[in-house]
């Protein structure tokens, strides 16, 4: 069953990232993940400038709910540590 794809705005995608300096992401390249640590600042910025969604439920599940498409690849955030404010988005656009 394919996953619908939920649309976030930069206010909603900036709502889900963590508060430290250092957020963790990772990319699919083929079948390895490449994990890094990125400045908060860089992902606000990386975010302004970019289309964001929220991933699919095994992004979700990894705690990299937030998908930054910059380029071709996407790039997987690290979110908050609750999982209720993606749920809370998806039924938001749900409605």
């Known amino acids: 069953m394919e996953e619908s794809r939920v649309d976030l705005s930069t206010e909603e995608a900036l709502s889900l990232l963590p508060k430290e300096d250092l957020i963790h992401t990772f990319r699919s390249i ?43 690849d996407p790039l997987f955030v690290h979110t908050i540590d609750d999982n209720e404010s993606i749920n809370n988005i998806i039924k938001t656009k749900e409605a």
Do not use: M, P, Q, Y
Request: hydrophobic share 40%; with cysteine.
């Open 30 to 72: 083929g079948s390895v993940l490449i994990g890094a640590d990125w400045e908060r600042e860089e992902l606000v910025d990386l975010i302004n400038r970019s289309h964001c969604e929220i991933g699919g439920s095994r992004s979700i599940a990894l705690g990299h709910g937030l998908v930054i498409w910059s380029g071709t």
